[in-house]
Antibody, heavy 120, light 110 residues
Framework: QVQLVQSGTEVKKPGASVKVSCKSS????????LFWVRQAPGQRLEWMGW????????KYSQKFQGRATITRDTSASTAYMELSSLRSEDTAVYYC?????????????WGQGTLVTVSS | QSALTQPASVSGSPGQSITISCTGT?????????VCWYQQHAGKAPKLMIF???NRPLGVSNRFSGSKSGNTASLTISGLQAEDEADYFC??????????FGTGTKVTVL
């Protein structure tokens, strides 16, 4: 069965960077697009960007352009999201999600989420 | 990109039908048939309930249905059940080649 397993909770200081991983199993990793979405406490979901696992092409939401970097390691079936210059407003749960083959941003499988806390 | 507008809360009694709206513009909801709906229970990851405006993934109850008119998409839950109590978010593709989520709606089963 398809599974996305994310790395564990992170606590970072303002100005630092964080790198969250998302390991896929149960399907051909290179055939799909993986998205990153975050959710601040009590807030709405927020698109960050995505990566086409096959060719590594990425697209970022304007808000995160230049501060977020999404990569993948096909040999490990793992995608990564690195966010730099962290500030308190970046405290959130970060999710990865696999898009349906038909596209349209329909995320049919999700990781369990990774809590990132930014605090001095 | 501004968030799509959803009502903050909607409630209904068991067995009733409720509808959640998701209002955008011609550059997102109105311009594309890439509207999705997600259900999120407290502390859990979202679950895809509707994609491409009105299609249900395998395993999602047919009590959930989606539609769109102009710049507003809607999610209808019929035969409301206690397990439907959750937050619901819409999303849409946009003319900026990215996506936007809605503000979220808390559904309460009375």
């Amino acid at each position: 069965q398809v599974q996305l397993v994310q790395s564990g909770t992170e606590v970072k200081k303002p100005g630092a960077s964080v790198k969250v991983s998302c390991k896929s199993s149960g399907y051909t990793f290179s055939s799909y697009v993986l998205f990153w979405v975050r959710q601040a406490p009590g807030q709405r979901l927020e698109w960050m960007g995505w990566i086409t696992a096959g060719n590594g092409k990425t697209k970022y939401s304007q808000k995160f352009q230049g501060r977020a970097t999404i990569t993948r390691d096909t040999s490990a079936s793992t995608a990564y999201m690195e966010l730099s210059s962290l500030r308190s407003e970046d405290t959130a749960v970060y999710y990865c999600g696999r898009e349906r083959p038909g596209g349209g941003g329909a995320l049919e499988y999700w990781g369990q989420g990774t809590l990132v806390t930014v605090s001095s | 990109q501004s968030a799509l507008t959803q009502p903050a809360s909607v409630s209904g009694s068991p067995g009733q039908s409720i509808t959640i709206s998701c209002t955008g513009t011609s550059t997102d909801v109105g311009g594309y048939n890439y509207v999705c709906w997600y259900q999120q229970h407290a502390g859990k990851a979202p679950k895809l309930m509707i994609f491409d405006v009105s299609n249900r993934p395998l395993g999602v109850s047919n009590r959930f249905s989606g539609s769109k008119s102009g710049n507003t998409a809607s999610l209808t839950i019929s035969g409301l059940q206690a397990e439907d109590e959750a937050d619901y978010f819409c999303s849409s593709y946009t003319s900026s080649y990215t996506y936007v989520f809605g503000t979220g709606t808390k559904v309460t089963v009375l």
